[in-house]
């Protein structure tokens, strides 16, 4: 079994990887979830980076890719 990372930039790919999987809308209610968490772990454990470059360099650009696969399947 390969070691997983717990860097958060490993972390934002992997949640990538997971948004580009989802095949149905309601699929992407859980990434949406597990991106809430992601944020949440981020705001605990790195408050002095968090506002500053986390918010901005890695939660929107998931929220963002998430908001567009949503609209891939609602069209």
């Known amino acids: 079994m390969e070691k997983r990372s717990n ?8 949640i ?13 209610f859980t990434v949406y979830k597990l991106i809430r968490n992601f944020d949440k772990q981020l705001l605990i454990n790195n408050p002095d980076k968090y506002w500053n470059s986390h918010l901005y360099d890695v939660v929107y ?3 963002n890719k998430l908001k567009l696969k949503r609209q ?4």
């Open 72 to 75: 891939s399947f609602i069209k």
């Open 61 to 63: 650009p998931l929220e």
């Open 7 to 14: 860097h958060w930039g490993d972390i934002g790919k992997w």
């Open 16 to 28: 990538e990887k997971v948004i580009d999987s989802c095949e149905t809308y309601q699929q992407t």
